[in-house]
């Protein structure tokens, strides 16, 4: 069994920044891609960032040059560095891991999700 577990969500005035990280526990082989995705109410859920294991990194175009995400392989775990924080990054964000390989599957696992409020 595989779990995502993320913490670093909270309140920041507009401007501030935030890290979340996300930690996969269990009998793991490798994660193919791992990512943050977001959802404000009353919208669907949208992708903010995605790396893979090699290191390459897409972003949604309304974060790009503000966040960064990064990745630490030997933990299987995922960071997302948010700077000049908007009030339209206001959502919860959900961990993701693709690809994941344990002994006997392959499959996605998502994380419960941490809530992110902008606001002053």
């Known amino acids: 069994q595989v779990q995502l577990v993320e913490s670093g969500g909270g309140l920041v005035q507009p401007g501030g920044s935030l890290v979340l990280s996300c930690a996969a526990s269990?009998?793991?082989?490798?994660?193919?891609?791992m990512g943050w995705y977001r959802q404000a109410p009353g919208k669907q859920r949208e992708l903010v960032a995605l790396?893979?294991?090699?290191?390459?990194?897409n972003y949604a175009d309304s974060v790009k040059g503000r966040f960064t995400i990064s990745r630490d392989n030997a933990k299987n775990t995922v960071y997302l560095h948010m700077n000049s924080l908007k009030v339209e990054d206001t959502a919860v964000y959900y961990c993701?891991?693709?690809?994941?390989?344990?002994?006997?599957?392959?499959?996605?696992?998502w994380g419960q999700g941490t809530q992110v409020t902008v606001s002053s």
């Open positions: 993701n891991a693709d690809r994941v390989r344990t002994v006997g599957s392959v499959r996605m696992y």
């Open positions: 269990g009998t793991i082989i490798s994660i193919s891609a």
């Open positions: 790396i893979i294991s090699g290191g390459s990194a």
